[in-house]
């Protein structure tokens, strides 16, 4: 099936000392395509998404945006709480792979927009844990999903990180599905 939806990303920065101030969630879109391997109560449903990782913070007109494009893979093990009937509720969780297609940072300041290329800055593989829950709705001939998950990075993704500083990937997702 085809599946996209809508994300909200923010790093979880550790560092030893302060950020000078706080991100908050940048928004953005995930679409992709997925397979499920029915086994009745429980299913297994690899996945293929674009999605984009990152953050951003505002203060007044000026900006700066961290905008991390990935192809992710989620390996989820999913239990279909009712496997039965038109409308199917299900848990999931699971693990994922990413790699890292494009990293930029844009700088808005005084009105004056700048791109730079962060690639070199960030390791070019991601891997994190994966879990969710939402209904499928059967109907003839194929099925619709919704769903909300959540995404947890488990890897520093800053290429040359000082002592005791990391970036770790975080996102929130909303999900709808067609499956046929």
């Known amino acids: 099936g085809v599946k996209g939806g809508y994300s909200l990303s923010k790093f979880a920065l550790v560092s030893s000392e302060p950020p000078p101030f706080t991100f908050d969630y940048l928004p953005s879109f995930v ?5 499920d391997i029915n086994l009745g109560i429980i299913s297994i449903q690899p996945e293929v998404l674009y999605t984009r990782m990152g953050a951003k913070y505002e203060d007044g007109e ?11 893979a989620p390996v989820l093990l999913k239990i279909n709480i009712i496997p039965a009937g038109p409308v199917r509720p299900f ?11 494009k990293a ?20 070019k593989y ?6 969710g829950a939402g209904l499928t709705f059967k109907l003839p001939g194929i ?7 959540y995404n947890l990075g488990l890897m520093n ?3 040359d990180p000082a002592a005791g500083e990391s970036v770790k990937n975080r996102s929130i997702m909303a999900l709808v599905g067609i499956g046929f």
Do not use: H, N, P
Not at 63 to 70: T, W
Not at 104 to 122: F, H, K, P, S
Not at 126 to 131: E, H, L, P, R
């Open 31 to 35: 679409a992709g395509l997925y397979f």
């Open 62 to 72: 000026d900006s700066l945006q961290y905008r991390f494009e990935y192809v992710q």
């Open 91 to 101: 848990i999931y969780g699971g693990g994922y792979g990413s790699y890292l297609l």
């Open 104 to 123: 930029t940072g844009i700088m808005v300041a005084g009105g004056v927009r700048t791109e730079t290329d962060l690639a070199d800055t960030i390791v």
């Open 126 to 131: 991601d891997y994190g844990v994966v879990g």
């Open 143 to 149: 099925s619709l999903s919704v769903e909300g998950r």
């Open 157 to 159: 993704i800053e290429k």
